[in-house]
């Protein structure tokens, strides 16, 4: 442990937690009107503040030979409740590899044979409490040898290896 400009001890990098994820906030109805033994503190809080407690990001990961932009509607499907409306799920990142995509390159549609490292995924699926999860669009993007490829999905996109997804969604309209 290393002193900081304070005295106090801070952990080295190596002792540090790492977050994986964060859990969605819940929203529940105030308790037994019982007061906390202790006083909060004020906090001002921003119009960003009350958007960004609206969002709720995930982490999941797809496995090999799955279809990812199916595993991720289906996460989206497993995960909906107690909304009154519409609601926006998009793809905020992505790590690992695809398996022969096939997209719309320059007008038609291509499949490229090999597995490639994604580049860019993005994707954004509509989420309605009484209906199927809709997937708007998925676009993805790789390399291929000096030049960066990308287009929009055609067909099933596979996961080359484990691939890591982080979601997000915004909770509007939640009861």
């Not at 001890?9 to 994986?20: D, K």
């Not at 209906?131 to 708007?136: E, K, M, R, Y």
């Not at 676009?139 to 929009?152: A, M, N, P, T």
């Amino acid at each position: 442990m290393e002193m900081s400009r304070r005295g106090k001890t801070n952990p080295s990098f190596e002792q540090r937690p790492v977050i994986l994820a964060l859990e969605c906030p819940r929203h529940e109805e105030p308790s037994s009107g019982r007061r906390p033994s202790q006083p909060r503190p004020r906090v001002r809080t921003s119009p960003i503040a009350s958007v960004a407690s609206l969002f709720c990001p995930c982490i999941f990961t797809i496995h090999i030979g799955e279809d990812i932009g199916e595993m991720i509607r289906a996460f989206f499907e497993k995960h909906k409740h107690n909304i009154q409306s519409s609601y926006e799920g998009r793809i905020l990142t992505v790590s690992g590899d695809v398996t022969n995509p096939r997209i719309v390159v320059q007008g038609s549609s291509t499949i490229f044979e090999g597995t490639y490292s994604i580049a860019t995924l993005l994707g954004r699926y509509i989420i309605h409490n009484d209906g199927p999860v809709q997937q708007d669009h998925l676009k993805l993007s790789f390399q291929l040898y000096d030049r960066v490829i990308g287009g929009s999905v055609v067909g099933p996109l596979i996961a080359g290896c484990a691939v890591q997804v982080t979601l997000g969604w915004a909770m509007c309209g939640v009861e």
